[in-house]
């Protein structure tokens, strides 16, 4: 299934063990199938959700083919939603309201982690609210100080709303013992660059603001995206370093594209992959950019930042069937290269947007373990300071700090006051 590597700072990045879940996963081992749900709630009988598949170790090079269930997906979505750059603004519209009964969302993007509590939010952002959901764990509290994870969906930067992402925001709920807060960001057309990341930017920082308020720690704070939500979550990360703030301890990028200019790896590929037309890119990236953006901009293309110096550690995804793939590991290498500890995984038998589809992906389950892994070192409790000394006006310890008892010790008898003594004739 996957590629992983860990890159400290200062070392030269690593190559990575290939592996594939689809030759150790059977279809009947699949716990988060849709169909294997559904048949044993009509039995009687509750599921575990999210267990993690083995992985078979593949040669470098190898081709690892899809699986048929991938194929068939990819290709009913394919023919269903057709070329962006042929589709009328109806059809935009029916596809982003997400029609139909709930268990057909269920059926194509997995259903919610069973122990996970899920609300609305309205997050003041600069042209207006904006939606979200609140993941909260299994025994939340207001008075807790859990980790806060922002997660950004994908969509093209046209499509895609927070309701895509329930699958994974609430395993990184239920995993992490954290918060979640899943935006759904302005889109294009209507609403071109920099709308989407200062959206994106303004819910991360009201996240941090009011962590208290969602049970959450403010220094605790990482951002997470898949698909065009990776290039926003990197973007974010960009902003807060050139604003100071929130301080984002931890970046998840999965499977995002990061440079998007006109003759990019991701702008120029047209092999045909489920799960992200390839040929639609250049015309969702026109529609992103509208009349104002330029692709060289960092904002836009994250890729092109003139220094990467002092971004958060990264997590970075890429797969073997994903037309993004290489910004992916262009991306890495320019965050192991600025100083920033990297972790890359990559996935020989994945398409596009693998946490979208969970139920179809073999792989949905067990690459969830990468990111979760690193989120938890990341995003651990740091330990407290140890105490020191009290502080007086010349900058020492106190006289108690420094071993010395409160009480006046006897002078010497040397230079004790001598009392005259009086004595009678």
């Avoid at 009687?44 to 993690?52: D, E, F, H, L, Y």
């Avoid at 190898?62 to 997906?73: D, E, S, T």
Wanted: proline share 11%; net charge positive.
């Amino acid at each position: 299934m996957a590629v992983f590597a860990s890159w400290a700072p200062g070392a030269p990045p690593s190559a990575a063990t290939r592996l594939s879940t689809s030759q150790a996963t059977p279809w009947g081992r699949l716990a988060d199938h849709p169909f294997r749900v559904m048949r044993a709630r009509r039995r009687g009988r509750t599921m575990t959700v999210g267990a993690a598949a083995a992985a078979a170790v593949v040669a470098e090079g190898a081709v690892v083919a899809l699986p048929w269930r991938v194929r068939i997906l990819g290709a009913a979505i394919d023919r269903a939603v057709g070329p962006y750059a042929r589709m009328s603004d109806a059809k935009l519209r029916m596809l982003r309201a997400h029609p139909g009964p709930r268990w057909v969302g269920e059926l194509l993007n997995g259903r919610p982690a069973p122990t996970v509590s899920i609300a609305e939010l309205a997050v003041p952002g600069p042209a207006g609210q904006v939606p979200a959901l609140w993941y909260r764990p299994h025994g939340w509290r207001t008075t807790d100080r859990r980790p806060v994870v922002v997660d950004l969906p994908g969509g093209g930067f046209v499509f895609g709303d927070r309701t895509m992402t329930t699958w994974l925001g609430s395993r990184l709920a239920a995993r992490l013992g954290a918060v979640v807060v899943a935006p759904s960001y302005r889109q294009a057309p209507e609403h071109p660059v920099p709308a989407a990341g200062e959206d994106c930017y303004a819910v991360t920082a009201w996240a941090a603001e009011h962590a208290a308020d969602l049970g959450a720690d403010a220094g605790r704070l990482a951002v997470v995206g898949e698909s065009a939500g990776a290039t926003l979550a990197a973007v974010v990360t960009l902003m807060a370093r050139a604003r100071g703030a929130p301080r984002i301890r931890a970046q998840a990028l999965l499977q995002g594209a990061f440079d998007l200019r006109p003759d990019a790896p991701a702008m120029t590929a047209r092999q045909g992959w489920p799960f992200g037309r390839s040929a639609d890119v250049p015309d969702q990236v026109a529609a992103y950019l509208g009349g104002h953006g330029h692709p060289e901009d960092p904002l836009v293309s994250p890729l092109l930042a003139p220094d990467h110096a002092g971004l958060p550690p990264a997590f970075v995804l890429t797969a073997d069937h994903d037309y993004v793939q290489e910004d992916g590991r262009r991306y890495a290498r320019a965050l192991h290269a600025a100083g920033v500890p990297v972790e890359h995984a990559h996935y020989a038998d994945s398409p596009h947007g693998i946490f979208s589809f969970p139920g179809w992906c073999a792989a949905s389950g067990p690459a969830l373990d990468r990111p979760t892994a690193f989120l938890e070192r990341a995003l651990a409790p740091r330990p407290a300071p140890p105490d020191r000394p009290r502080a007086t006006a010349q900058g020492r310890g106190s006289r108690r700090d420094q071993g010395f008892s409160s009480r006046r010790a006897p002078r010497p008898a040397a230079h004790r006051r001598q009392t005259p003594v009086t004595r009678s004739a």
